[in-house]
């Protein structure tokens, strides 16, 4: 049976069952985190990260997609611990997150740079995936990159070096996009470019507008799309956000839908409080506890709610997978 690679080790597919494919333990500056210790309680974040995740298992959600990588923050070992207290299943990425340039550290070495050169970035994914990441043994599961306004050189620089990776390893790739930008279609083309088939792609974040025709038009040619911020209403209202996936489920297209809600156990982009001030619904709870019952309000079948929490997390992580 095909395996897929978790923090706690591989397991079989059969085990992950249900699935939010959008969801973060913690997302934070490492940098600053470093230099103003008094930011943070390592302690009390991992204590408070086993507590959500457990509430999240008793819902039960048997496994979350955790999409942080170079860029967010990315600590597997950190995650690891987490785990080691919960029971659930946690799946991790390489690749990086940038919505400008490169990091400095790839500045003036690998393609279009003053020294030239192969791409550095594409062993260290396609290692992050057949080795495993760091010294913890653990392996990603799948490749991510950004596409926020447009794309900038560093943008394209990281796509096609995840487009790279993909092709050695298979490993399929979530873009983070913005849909206000309309900047999933951009992705979707540099990768087609690259010679990556767009079931391959979850083009995430397309779930924050009421433009059904740019989603469609992903659809169409063949991506996934994350309607994956449920309950992060700043963007786009939650009934709005359910009115559209009742409308594209009832026009056949739940096997292209993956439900999230982008939410994180810590993350340090808000002062302390705001962020529970700001977007009361944005938490691991709110699919289930809100959003499962407004979509069977209005006619979407449970089958459908299983094709978009099991069935198509399922077919998008196998692929690459012996
Ligand atoms: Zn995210």
């Not at 302690?43 to 408070?48: R, S, T």
């Not at 495993?132 to 070096?161: H, N, Q, Y």
């Not at 009421?210 to 040619?221: E, G």
Request: hydrophobic share 45%; charged share 25%.
């Amino acid at each position: 049976m095909t395996t897929i690679e978790t923090v706690r080790g591989p397991v079989a597919i059969d085990v992950l069952k249900t699935v939010l494919m959008h969801e973060h333990v913690f997302v934070l500056d490492e940098e600053m985190r470093r230099n103003y210790p008094e930011l943070w309680d390592e302690e009390q974040v991992v204590a408070e990260a086993v507590e959500k995740l457990k509430g999240l298992a008793a819902l039960g959600v048997s496994t979350i997609v955790d999409p942080t990588v170079v860029g967010l923050g990315r600590d597997v070992a950190r995650v690891a611990r987490v785990n080691a207290q919960v029971d659930i299943n946690i799946v991790v990425a390489t690749g990086m997150y940038t919505l400008a340039d490169v990091p400095l550290l790839f500045r003036f070495y690998g393609p279009d740079t003053l020294l030239g050169g192969e791409e550095p970035m594409v062993g260290m994914f396609v290692k992050d995936l057949t080795e495993g990441i760091a010294d913890t043994g653990v392996r990603a599961a799948f490749l991510k990159c950004a596409i926020e306004e447009s794309l900038t050189p560093g943008v394209e620089r990281v796509m096609r070096a995840v487009a790279q990776a993909h092709l050695i390893t298979g490993a399929p790739i979530v873009v983070h996009t913005s849909a206000a930008h309309r900047t999933g279609l951009i992705a979707q083309e540099v990768f087609r470019r690259e010679g990556v088939d767009p079931g391959a792609l979850v083009l995430d974040h397309s779930g924050d507008t009421d433009d059904l025709d740019y989603v469609r038009q992903m659809i169409d040619q063949g991506s996934y799309v994350g309607m994956d911020r449920f309950g992060l209403d700043l963007y786009l209202p939650g009934d709005q956000r359910v009115a559209n996936v009742v409308r594209l489920v009832g026009e056949g297209l739940a096997d292209r839908l993956m439900l999230s809600h982008d939410a994180s156990c810590h993350i340090d982009w808000f002062p302390p409080g705001v962020r529970e001030q700001v977007a009361p619904n944005w938490h691991f709870s709110h699919i289930h506890q809100e959003v499962l019952p407004a979509l069977r309000g209005a006619g979407v079948g449970e089958k459908e709610i299983t094709t978009m929490l099991v069935d198509n997390p399922r077919r998008f992580l196998s692929q690459g997978r012996p």
